[in-house]
Nanobody, 125 residues
Framework: QVQLVESGGGSVQAGGSLRLSCAAF????????MGWFRQAPGKEREGVAA????????YYGDSVKGRFTISTDNAKNTVSLQMNSLKPEDTAMYYC??????????????????WGRGTQVTVSS
């Protein structure tokens, strides 16, 4: 049984930083892709960043490039998302996701079969 446990999130003023973390339990090894997605009310779920734990390839959505960084602690099957220079439009529920192996489109929600419960990020102007 795969389980994703998220931590972090909260409220911050524009220009501030937050860090999200997600631990994946139940995978037999680190040959997985883990990603962060976000969804604001009335909008579709959007791929923010993804990382292939075995190899370290990273992927970013255009709206967060240069501001967000995804990283991993391979020994613990954990990924973190460091979010800097936050903007009000970054406000959303953020979800961690995981899937086996390398994904063809790692920023597309349909590539993932396991999801965390989500953590709220609110950026005020």
């Amino acid at each position: 049984q795969v389980q994703l446990v998220e931590s972090g999130g909260g409220s911050v003023q524009a220009g501030g930083s937050l860090r999200l973390s997600c631990a994946a339990f139940g995978y037999p090894d680190n040959s997985i892709t883990m990603g962060w997605f976000r969804q604001a009310p009335g909008k579709e779920r959007e791929g923010v960043a993804a990382l292939l734990l075995l190899g370290g390839s990273t992927y970013y959505g255009d709206s967060v490039k240069g501001r967000f960084t995804i990283s991993t602690d391979n020994a613990k099957n954990t990924v973190s998302l460091q979010m800097n220079s936050l903007k009000p439009e970054d406000t959303a529920m953020y979800y961690c996701a995981a899937a086996p192996g390398r994904r063809t489109f790692p920023l597309r929600p349909y590539e993932y079969g396991y999801w965390g419960r989500g953590t709220q990020v609110t950026v005020s102007s």
